[in-house]
C-alpha cells in the first residue's frame, strides 16, 4: 500500500496471529514536533487490518478485508519512533469470523491494537474490521 511506504511502515514481528509494525518517528511528526495523530491512527488501523488478513490466509479464505469503524483514543503525545501492537484475537472470535464469513460470505471482527513509545502506550485504538468473501485482498 502507498501509505505505508510514504510512512516508513515496517513489519517486524508477528505474535499469536497479531501483526506488529512500526514506523519512525521523524517521517511522520507533526508542527508540535509530535507524532502525527493521522500516522498514529493509520499505523493502528494496518496493523489490524494485517491480521485479520493473516488468519484468513492461514486458513486459506480468499476474501477482501475492510474496516467498518473505530474508535481511538490519544493518551499522550508521541516523540519517537513508534509501532502498533495489535492483540491477538480470541480463538472464539476468530472461529465466529471465519463461520459467518464461511455462511453468509461476510464476517466481522473487532480488535484491539496499542501504539507506544520508548515511553510505553500511547494510543488506544479498537477497530471492526469486515471480510467478504471471494474478492482479492
Known amino acids: 500500500m502507498p501509505v505505508t511506504q510514504r510512512l516508513g511502515v515496517r513489519l517486524v514481528g508477528i505474535r499469536g496471529g497479531a501483526v ?8 511522520n ?5 509530535t507524532a502525527f495523530a ?3 491512527n493509520a499505523i493502528a488501523t494496518l496493523s489490524g487490518w494485517a ?20 474508535t481511538v483514543r490519544y493518551l499522550r503525545p508521541v516523540t519517537g519512533d513508534f509501532e502498533a501492537v495489535c492483540s491477538p484475537p480470541a480463538a472464539d472470535a476468530v472461529a465466529h469470523l471465519v463461520e459467518s ?37
Do not use: K
Open 101 to 137: 464469513l464461511t455462511r453468509r460470505g461476510r464476517g466481522r471482527i473487532e480488535l484491539a491494537i496499542a501504539v507506544r513509545d520508548h515511553q510505553g502506550e500511547a494510543v488506544q485504538f479498537r477497530g471492526r474490521y469486515v471480510a467478504l468473501q471471494g474478492r482479492a485482498g
Open 51 to 70: 491480521t485479520v488478513w493473516l488468519l484468513l490466509r492461514e486458513r486459506e479464505i480468499a476474501a477482501q478485508v475492510v474496516i467498518q469503524d473505530s
Open 29 to 33: 511528526t507533526n508542527h508540535a514536533g
Open 38 to 40: 493521522g500516522s498514529l
Open 20 to 27: 506488529r509494525l512500526r514506523a519512525p518517528f521523524a517521517a
